[in-house]
């Protein structure tokens, strides 16, 4: 049972445009969402979080808009840069004692110079 | 600061026999999370280790076993491997409840 998905296995973009990158949740119960970058032979880097609670979260060039409604998120880049080539995981956490990551499948992010 | 390290990078291991696997968490932190990654797949949560107790377990059979030390470093140990086995193991440091910083991880191939 896949409680995070993200649809779009890659994504195209060239240099200075926005980079869209959607996920979807079926459990109603996540409290906490966070997005991961990834490198080749590296690990995952966090990106930014947002709350249950809030709508939108904005950091520098990134925002994570939140949907509770559809269970719908979304990652905006901008402007995309060459260097934010990489696979994008969404992760959701149901909080609690352990605060477990589920995490989706990953979007590649390729962005064209 | 330093980052999350783990030990070894690559690691190639015959079906049957055991595996140990070692994270060093971030300065400061308490907690260390261990994930397996599948090739093409989300990381999946194996555990989570809080001041040296297990705090919680995913989907994983007993044969994933951990441990945490007084300085929050951990080790995964996995008994009679399996070729599905095969995977990227991440570990994530973090304080309790807060955003999990992640290290490289190690490469484990079962032959």
């Known amino acids: 049972d896949q409680q995070v998905k993200q649809n779009s296995p890659s994504l195209s973009v060239q240099e200075g445009r926005i980079s869209i990158l959607n996920c979807d949740y079926t459990?109603?119960?996540?409290?906490?969402f966070l997005w991961y970058k990834k490198y080749p032979a590296e690990g995952p880097t966090f990106l930014i979080s947002i709350s249950s609670i809030k709508d939108k979260n904005e950091d520098g060039r990134f925002t994570v808009f939140l949907n509770k409604s559809a269970k719908h998120l979304s990652l905006h880049i901008v402007p995309s840069q060459p260097g934010d080539s990489a696979v994008y995981f969404c992760a959701a956490s149901l909080g609690g004692a352990t605060n477990k990551l589920i995490f989706g499948t990953g979007t590649l992010l390729a962005v064209q110079p | 600061e330093t980052g999350v390290t783990q030990s070894p990078t690559h690691l190639i291991k015959t079906r049957g026999q055991q595996v140990t696997l070692r994270c060093s968490s971030q300065?400061?932190?308490?907690?260390v999370s261990w994930y397996q990654q599948a090739l093409g797949q989300g990381p999946q949560f194996i555990f989570q280790y809080y001041r040296e107790e297990e705090n919680g377990r995913g989907n994983f059979p007993p044969r994933f076993s951990g441990l945490q030390f007084p300085n929050y470093s951990s080790e995964l140990n996995v008994n009679a491997l399996e070729l599905d086995d095969s995977a990227l193991y991440l570990c994530a440091s973090s304080l309790l409840n807060y955003e999990q910083y992640f290290g490289p991880g190690t490469r484990l191939t079962v032959t």
């Open positions: 459990n109603s119960m996540f409290d906490y």
């Open positions: 300065s400061g932190h308490n907690t």
